[in-house]
């Protein structure tokens, strides 16, 4: 626990020292949407897992009491996926992997009693497992195999901590360089356990650049295959040598490669996601921090690993507590956008309010000017009238002005004619010629008839159409046709007078030399004759 709260504080430091140099961080972005992805989905890696143990149990099932050695082969094979899958599970089958190898020699029994210091060192129960280990007598053979030299050093070191927290930094004492030393020489040089121990003895001398070219060599250049079973570790090893060596930018791709390859390898005990969680955590990124803190919690729980669970209860208060205020700063946001969002709704509102208003008067004094230009436009039409009724007044009172002066003119030359015959007659003192030259004078029936004829074409040059307008307002059979020699007929000229503005039936009736008692019956008589809607005929005239 202390070794991991250790490397939560070294964190943090590295992550204040290079806050101001992300333009040398490598991209890892992509890696991590992949990790997010291969988090979401890790039960179809578990599928995988359990296929797997349910094969090996069926053919365990099938050769029971049959064959122990093949027995023990398939025991430790479960063993080794229990481990990292399952550690209660792994004590039962190391418990039973013990039994078997008690039919066979005292190899397989050292082995099984690995196995099972091995599960309680996993569950916790360091002295137990230590107990188990030490009932193993130290041979040459054993000597030889790097599993019992994992376990000579982890366990003694989980030990010391657990008794010794706060001397949990020294790592390098002499009793672990002594084992360091004993595996190294254990372990063919090539190997993984050879070069885990051989980068320890090189760090030990404080050349961790020297421990990382070991490590990274070995990765690069150890064949995939063989690379395989340890990939997860050989990158955690390399990730936290770069946090010694203060370079969080690579240490968090190694992290973010080790968390993959325990994932998809269906891994329930590791480390590096939570300690890539903490790095994300101190970079900001701590929505993700907490979610990957969870995912380790809730494998570690499935797997039941109970001694990571005091590592990683050490960093949950801290992201969950972080958490928690981004939470509710989010929640703040959200409060100060609805808040932003409600007055700007109601400005909108209030706006929309004013334009509508103001829209409404707009279209009230649009109204008003529609119907004042309406009201223009009827006066413009009666004064257009008026102006052509004046203009055509005016050419009548031409025409007919003319037409008095004309008249005039020839009654006062046929006075002046009158003055001399009298003059004549009377100067010759013939008093009978004076009497048949007043007889000749008297008949004045020409003169009118003369008179008359000039007034109707005088009417019709100004009113051309006047017959044809007229008869239109007569029923067919009773419209009407001027003689030939005549111009208008005595009821088309007395519609004419009226056209002209004379509505007096005694203007009309001196005007053409007739009674009164006339003029009322040819008025009558056009009346009958018009057409029942026309039979206003004063007015129908008056717009001909």
Known sequence: MMKNIFSFILISIICFFQSGCSKHQTDDEDLLKELDSVIKERTQYNQAIEEKIDNLNKILDYSSDKNPQAQF????????????????????????RLQVAKQLDSACIKEALMNNADALYKLGNYHKASEMLNEIYPDSTIYSNSYFHYLRQAIPLSISNEIHPKNNNNISNNKQLTYCKDAIQANR???????????KQTLSEKDTIGAIQLLEKFYTETNPDSLKPNKASIEYEIANLY?????????????ILSSLTDIKNAKKVYMSLQDLAMLLFYQGDIERAYSYILCAL??????HARYRFTDILAYLPIISAANEMRVQKNETQFVIFISVLSILILLLITAFILLKKKTDKLEDTKNIL??????????????????EQIKEKEHIQEEYIGLLFNVCSEHLKKQNMLYKGLNRITSNGRIADLSKFISEQQSSSDDFKEFIHKFDNIFLNIFPNFIEDFNQLLRPEERIRPKEGELLTPELRIYALMRLGIHDNAKIASFLHYSLQTVYNYRMKMRNKAIPEKRDLISQVQSL
Do not use: W
């Open 189 to 199: 040089p090539g190997t993984y356990g050879y070069i885990s121990n051989l980068y």
């Open 243 to 255: 946090l010694l060596h203060k370079d969080t930018v690579k240490a968090k791709h190694y992290l």
């Open 73 to 96: 082969e398939l025991l430790g094979k479960l063993f080794n996926i229990y481990r990292s899958y399952k550690v209660d599970k792994a004590k039962e089958v190391a418990q039973k």
């Open 370 to 387: 529609k119907e004042q230009n309406q009201h223009l436009t009827e006066l413009s039409d009666n004064l257009r009238l008026m102006n």
């Open 298 to 303: 809730e494998d570690i729980n499935f797997g």
